[in-house]
């Protein structure tokens, strides 16, 4: 909701294999800054510390980059340039700012983690969502991530859809961001309407003496 890191909407959701690819790999760029930042707290000045933050993100960046460049090369290929920005991610050094180097070790991994897969969760239902409308299908290039096995992972979910290209176009990313972000307003507003339409309990009478 704070839309924070979000620039890989526009090229890299197309499709859900694409959004789990790149939302694992913040992830865990996430986890490591935020625990490494965590560690090395107590010898940091405040002069430093946001070089010092930015040198680790890239750090754990390129172990990452290369990792996924000899493990799952051809998803390696189609995300391509957006691998080495997740350094300039804000929500990112954001975390270890806010976060990570003012908490424990143990609480910045799980800060970490759960950021990580939020912003995973976003990438997937927005690729998912665009997959869908702009292809008809989903999992599709499953295989990717996970292997020849994943050939026969993808579900085609309209046999003759022509597809709507607007969806697979940047101009869909912003579309489908938009109706994601309405359908929590949505929800938000419900609930608070429902918060406030119920009764407040009295208060116990005094128990006579």
């Known amino acids: 909701m704070q839309l924070l890191g979000l620039c890989p909407l526009l090229a890299v959701t197309g499709t859900v294999i694409n959004g789990l690819g790149l939302g694992l790999a913040t992830t865990l760029v996430l986890v490591t800054s935020n625990v490494t930042v965590s560690l090395i707290r107590p010898w940091l ?20 980059e290369l990792a996924m ?17 997740i350094v300039t991610n804000c929500a990112i050094i954001g975390r270890a700012e806010s976060f990570a180097s003012k908490t424990d070790a143990l609480r910045a991994l799980v800060d970490g983690l759960t950021m990580g897969l939020g912003f995973t969760l976003v990438l997937v239902a927005l690729g998912g969502m665009r997959e869908v409308l702009g ?8 295989q990717l991530m996970f292997g020849p ?10 046999p003759h859809y022509r597809g709507l290209l607007l969806a697979v176009l940047p101009p869909g990313a912003f579309l489908g961001l938009g109706l994601l972000i309405a359908i929590k307003n949505l929800l938000d507003g419900r609930r ?10 009295a208060p116990a009478a005094d128990a006579p003496a």
Do not use: C, Q
């Open 45 to 64: 000045s405040a002069e430093i510390r946001i070089p010092i933050f930015v040198l680790l993100i890239a750090s754990a960046v390129t172990a990452i």
């Open 69 to 85: 460049n000899a493990f799952f090369h051809e998803l390696y290929l189609v995300l391509g340039i957006f691998i080495p920005l």
């Open 135 to 142: 292809h008809g299908t989903l999992l599709s290039e499953a």
């Open 149 to 158: 096995m994943a050939r026969d992972w993808v579900i085609t979910l309209w």
């Open 192 to 201: 608070a309407r429902r918060a406030a339409v119920r009764p407040v309990p």
